[in-house]
């Protein structure tokens, strides 16, 4: 009697467990496409790579269009950023003296300014304004020694030369700054760079 009550209910529970089967299973396997969705969706997006660039700088001495003299400079940049070359000396000027017979150590009562003689050179390499890829280079440049055929006393006579200028980023080939004559000769002054990109 009672294997004959147990029979119903063994036949309902496996009506009901077939029937659930293909949901369960279909569940499991839409599981993995959905992860899988998800991996190969893409991530955020990156911002353009960044890219270096070799300046190299070259200041010419010219007499009559003949290159007579050169001085190399180089520096490493990306867009966006600055840099900067400064070499040279720090030479003192005195600026004040004490009256003569006001103290038996001259020196002590000497003031003096230190002032930098030598070159710098500053570049900055910026995104143009409109959508193209072009970069625009600035350059900014300071050369200065003392003119020794001129010298009086403790007063130095200092020589200054200053290029600046803006222009578009050309790779591989010389880009002229800038050129000046020197007022004392026939000579010119030229500043070029080349720009090369490392990768």
């Known amino acids: 009697m009672r294997n004959r009550k147990a029979i119903p209910r063994l036949i309902l529970a496996t009506a009901i467990w077939l029937c659930c089967q293909p949901t369960f299973t279909q569940a499991q396997k839409a599981a993995p496409a959905s992860e899988s969705k998800e991996e190969k969706s893409p991530g955020p997006a990156r911002g353009k790579p960044v890219q270096p660039y070799r300046l ?52 002590a009562n000497t003031q003096w ?20 890829d072009d970069c625009q280079l600035e350059v900014r440049s300071d050369v200065s020694d003392i003119d020794k055929g001129t010298e009086v006393a403790s007063a130095p006579i200092i020589r200054q030369m200053k290029i600046n200028g803006t222009t578009l980023l050309v790779t591989g080939k010389p880009i002229v700054i800038g050129t ?20």
């Open 56 to 107: 190299e700088f070259s200041l010419n001495e010219l007499d009559g269009g003949k290159k007579i003299n050169s001085r190399h400079y180089s520096m490493d940049l990306t867009v966006g950023n600055a840099n900067e070359i400064k070499i040279g000396t720090r030479v003192p000027v005195v600026t004040a003296r004490s009256e003569p017979g006001a103290a038996t150590n001259a020196l």
């Open 113 to 132: 300014q230190y002032v930098d003689i030598g070159t710098n050179i500053w570049a900055h390499l910026r995104e143009s304004q409109d959508d193209s």
């Open 180 to 199: 000046m004559d020197d007022p004392n000769s026939s000579r010119q002054f030229q500043l070029e760079v080349t720009v090369t990109k490392l990768r």
